[in-house]
Structure formats: C-alpha cells, structure tokens
C-alpha cells in the first residue's frame, strides 16, 4: 500500500535571484514547497493567499525557519492576496504582480479545495471548479507573458505548474457526460449532478485538459508547463469529508502517506527542475504519467476543446484580451 519514495531535490538546483509565486502558501504543501524553493535560495516569493494575516504569519515562519536563515537569510518573502473564489480578485492579483513583478521564473498553482456540499463561488460557479480551476486559469493566463518574458531575459524556461492528482480518473464524465447542448462551466453549475465524493476529480480531470491544451500554444522552450500529483499526503486536506470516511482516510494516510516533507519535494521538482520532455504533461511520482485515459479518447478530446473555449470566454468577461487565447 506504500509509495514509491520521492528522492531529495538535485544537489545543483540554484534558484539564486529567481522570483517565486506559490498559490494557498500558507499553510500544507504551498507552504512546505515555498520553504523548501527559498532553501534552494530563490531571491523572491510570493505567497498568494486569500488572509493577509494568515498570510504574514506564514511569512514569519519562513523567516525564521532554520534552513531558510542559513541558506538564503536575504530572500524577499511578501504576501499578495488572492481569494480563489473570485474572478475579480484573481485580475487584481494579477494586475498587483504585473505592476511589481519584473520577472516571473515560477508560477505554482497550488491552491486547492475539497468540499462535500454543493456550493457557489462568488463569481457564481460551482465552487470546487472555480478554485482548483478557473480562477487559477484566469491568472495563469494574464502572467503568461511575464512568464514568456523572463524566459528571454533568462535564455531558459520558466515554469507553470499545476497541482492535480492521480483521483482525476474517478471523474463523472463517463458516467455523465458534458450534453452537446450545454457548455462545460454549465454542467459542472448544475447541482443535480453534483457529487461531493467525485467533485475534486473533476476538478483534477479538468487541470489535466487544461495544461494539455495550453501547452499546445507556448513553447517549451519559453514556458514548461505541467502538472502533478503529489501523492497521498498526510496533511489536513480531510477535514471536509462526511463523518464515516474520516476514519478510513484516517487509517489509510497513517499507513500509506507521505510526510508532507516529502510530498511537497514532487512540487518543487515539477516548478523547477523538470525539463521539457514534461511540457504538457503529467506527473506521479515525478515520472510523466499518461493520467485519465478518458482524455485520449475523442470524447476526452471534444471535452478539452470545448473547456478550454468555455473557459477562456468566460474569464474574458473581466479581461477581453485574454481573448486572444481563444
């Protein structure tokens, strides 16, 4: 029932005078992985979260972590905040980074929920899409072109990751499928089909088409983009799950999770020490992994198409150049 054992990040890997954006680096992962990239001393990151003031107590720790202070006591560790709910506040983060940011080496799309009960995001979605998905498509396409940027500055690429998971491949779609006469944001919306048990591997499902399609239009010689999972982590991602699965997950993380240590070094490998060959795809483990079959499938294929379409007209509704990208 164990994992395979995700092996230290390589000796070399030297983020000296790199700027760093990890989203929900609060606390769990985002926060282990934000430690662990600053230990690899990059000069600037930002931790993008939806409390300022959680956010500052995140930033103390950081500071005061013992690598942190031996390997890189002069990084830059600031909070920006972003609230995954809301569209608006996605373009205004993302408006902040590009008034501030200069350059843009890693965008690591971390921030994530997992609810049980049908919910709306502010911006009117249902909220596990909005926050694992949309809003972090939104931004990702407004910071594509810092990202881009950099590469030039850097004569290397930059990266765009994604946190997804292995769970992608119990997701609703066989079962019931996008109707040709509905969009896929309209679909995941309607609550008669929602599943709080399957929700978050829709959610995972869809970052996996997402990166599929918007690696088709950056080089990776610009921007590597991917997506990972990191495995079965012993952190408090359960807390939403009905009372008779607690316990099971309970017993299952104490036998088979890694440590969150661990698990957070699959996204650091992934934002910045995978190479190319990973543009587009996706990881376990940190080896490329081929994910839900459903999405080589035509079916599969019509659904990214139409999401990636559905999704870009929607987030031009509050930015009309991102409909460049349609």
Not at 15 to 29: C, D, E, F, P, Q
Not at 50 to 75: F, I, Y
Not at 264 to 289: E, P
Request: contains cysteine.
């Amino acid at each position: 029932m164990g994992q395979p054992t995700i092996p230290p990040t390589p000796s070399g890997t030297d983020l000296s005078n790199k700027t760093v954006i990890v989203t929900g680096a609060n606390a769990g992962m985002g926060f282990e992985a934000a430690r662990q990239l600053l230990v690899l001393h990059a000069s600037r990151v930002i931790l993008a979260v939806r409390s300022a003031a959680k956010g500052e107590e995140a930033v103390a720790l950081l500071k005061q972590d013992p690598e942190v202070k031996k390997n890189n006591p002069s990084a830059i560790i600031e909070v920006f905040v972003l609230d995954l709910d809301d569209y608006k506040s996605g373009l205004s983060f993302s408006q902040r980074v590009k008034k501030e940011v200069q350059e843009l080496d890693i965008l690591l799309c971390n921030g994530g929920v997992n609810i049980m009960k049908y919910q709306k995001s502010v911006a009117g979605h249902e909220r596990v899409m909005q926050v694992n998905c949309y809003t972090h498509i939104l931004i990702a396409l407004e910071l594509l072109p810092l990202l881009k940027a950099t590469s030039k500055i850097r004569n290397a690429p930059t990266h765009l990751t994604f946190v997804g998971s292995a769970t992608q491949t119990m997701h609703t779609l066989n079962k019931k499928p996008v109707a040709a006469s509905e969009t896929v944001l309209g679909h995941f919306d309607d609550e008669r089909i929602y599943s709080g048990l399957t929700r978050y591997s829709d959610s995972k499902l869809a970052i996996n088409a997402y990166v599929r399609r918007l690696s088709a239009l950056v080089s990776p010689s610009e921007v590597i983009i991917n997506n990972l999972c990191p495995g079965l982590v012993a952190t408090g991602f359960d807390k939403q799950l009905p009372a008779w699965l607690k316990p099971i997950m309970f017993v299952y993380r104490k036998i088979s999770a890694r440590d969150v240590q661990e698990g957070s070094r699959t996204l650091v490998y992934a934002s910045a020490v995978a190479d190319s060959s990973t543009h587009g795809k996706f990881l376990q483990s940190n080896k490329i992994d081929p994910g839900a079959p459903f999405l080589d499938q035509p079916d599969g294929k019509t659904f990214t198409d139409k999401l990636w379409a559905d999704t870009v007209a929607d987030v031009a509704r509050y930015d009309e150049g991102l409909k460049v990208y349609a």
